[in-house]
């Protein structure tokens, strides 16, 4: 027996195209299970900069089925469930970024919920140090030499102090490069020091210059 969905009868029943007509068993039929309650969960997702963030893939998980969607303009999301259902939500940030709470659980689904809410905030990284001296002439210390380093192929520069030492502060697991631009008629040794998935700091990053 076909039981079909009628917007004007809140149970299933055969289908009949005379609703309500004088057949009163093809218009009511209990043994057809109602249909089930669908619920609206909702939040929004902020950004890193506090303000709603739109276009965030929210992914959440009915049943064992995982489906997706997407936050509005104003940083909102919908889903529905069906009533009696446990629901998990979660956010996929973007690289670097994490959300609070990770997932949000909703047990046992019974009615419409809001603020269902995800703050994004950006993961410092943990850092290293590596650091070192550049020397002269005699060992004397070579003040405001230029050291020029590159991590994760990002470059940027530093000077040495008066006593002629650098340091710099590297995320955990970084590719570095470190290197001295001495002045004409100078050489430097080592050319340079590469360095692969720094776990620790390191010191005694040392360079020597030597006037040719």
Known sequence: MYCGWQSYNPYWYPYNPYPYSRYPSCNWNWSCPPRPAEYMLSGVVFGVSGAPASGITVSYTVGGITRTTVTDAFGQYTIRAPECSTVVIAVTPDLGVTATPPLI????????????????????????????????????????????????????????????????????????????????????????????????????????????
């Open 105 to 212: 659980t909703v047990n046992n689904v019974c009615g419409d919920r809001s603020g269902l809410n995800f703050y994004l905030s950006a993961v410092t990284p943990a850092q290293v140090t590596l650091s070192g001296t550049v020397t002269g002439a005699g060992g004397a210390p070579a003040a405001n030499q230029t050291v020029a380093f590159t991590i994760n192929g990002q470059s940027s520069q530093t000077t040495t102090n008066a006593l002629g030492s650098y340091s710099i502060a590297v995320p955990k697991g970084a590719n570095v490069t470190i290197a001295v631009t001495p002045g004409v008629g100078v050489t430097v040794t080592p050319a340079n020091y590469t360095l692969a998935n720094v776990q620790a700091s390191m010191s005694s990053l040392n360079f020597i210059l030597t006037v040719v």
